[in-house]
């Protein structure tokens, strides 16, 4: 009965996260594992994000996404700046600036650490739960597959 419950939560959040996404299946990766936060865990700011490799063969870029789906496989990450968005005027887009304004972490480690985070489902309290995915990127940004590691945890902002 518990897995059963697991997995339906885990298939709605697999749906949410791929919605807009046409024609996008979500596989659960098994090429990274996350070490760190573990599922549903209740953390403070800042916190860190960590994950493992599971093979050599593995891509070392990643992005870590917070509260959106993300790029479909093959696509860049320029793919999820809206069309009108300033940002696509530049020759650099999407930027660092632009990428941490929209709680996208890219990076060639194997961890972030997340100082500021936005927006988010308003729990109990001073609680808000976000949505963690982790994707592979190719060398010139492009996401790797369909794979991705789903984490939602919960960011406790009280004093």
Not at 1 to 27: D, P, Q, Y
Not at 33 to 58: H, N, Q, Y
Not at 86 to 102: E, I, M
Request: glycine share 6%; charged share 20%; aromatic share 4%.
């Amino acid at each position: 009965m518990r897995v059963s419950a697991l997995l339906g939560i885990a298939a709605c959040v697999a749906t949410a996260l791929t919605a807009g996404c046409a024609h996008e299946e979500f596989r659960a990766s098994h090429v990274v594992t996350v070490t760190m936060p573990k599922a549903e865990a209740v953390v403070r700011l800042p916190f860190r994000v960590a994950w493992k490799p599971d093979t050599e063969t593995a891509s070392q870029h990643f992005a870590v996404l917070f509260d959106q789906a993300p790029p479909s496989a093959g696509q860049p990450l320029l793919s999820l700046v809206p069309t009108k968005d300033p940002c696509r005027s530049r020759p650099d887009c999407p930027d660092a600036q632009w990428l941490t304004d929209n709680k996208i972490f890219v990076t060639d480690s194997t961890d972030i650490v997340v100082s500021t985070l936005t927006g988010g489902r308003r729990a109990a309290g001073h609680r808000d739960v976000h949505d963690v995915v982790l994707i592979q990127l190719d060398a010139r940004g492009r996401r790797v597959g369909e794979t991705a590691v789903l984490r939602t945890l919960v960011v406790d902002r009280s004093s």
